[in-house]
């Protein structure tokens, strides 16, 4: 059974920091890309970043330069390093797994995570 445990989410002040990470479990995940969506109340999930198995990103433009994928194969784990948060990045965050990179920025990675919540109080 595939599994993505997402951790590190918490309570910032606006300006602070936060380390994100997934790790995924229950098959091999050799060649797979990984990612990171995020759904804030009352709003639809939007794709973050993500990160191809050759370590290939891609950021939505709201985060880029603040926040940085990364990715350690041999632990099939993914981390997102959030700097410099702001209000607006409150919500709760979800890890994706999928063969296809393309399909992670699309939003219909086979493999999702539970989530964890990530709050930026002003």
């Known amino acids: 059974q595939v599994q993505l445990v997402e951790s590190g989410g918490g309570l910032v002040q606006a300006g602070g920091s936060l380390r994100l990470s997934c790790a995924a479990s229950?098959?091999?995940?050799?060649?797979?890309?990984m990612g990171w969506f995020r759904q804030a109340p009352r709003k639809g999930r939007e794709f973050v970043a993500a990160?191809?198995?050759?370590?290939?990103?891609y950021y939505t433009d709201s985060v880029k330069g603040r926040f940085t994928i990364s990715r350690d194969n041999a632990k099939n784990t993914v981390y997102l390093q959030m700097n410099s948060l702001k209000p607006e990045d409150t919500a709760v965050y979800y890890c994706?797994?999928?063969?296809?990179?393309?399909?992670?920025?699309?939003?219909?990675?086979?493999?999702w995570g539970q989530g964890t919540q990530v709050t930026a109080s002003s």
């Open positions: 990160i191809s198995w050759s370590g290939s990103t």
């Open positions: 994706a797994a999928d063969s296809d990179v393309r399909a992670i920025i699309a939003g219909t990675s086979a493999y």
């Open positions: 229950g098959r091999t995940f050799s060649g797979y890309g």
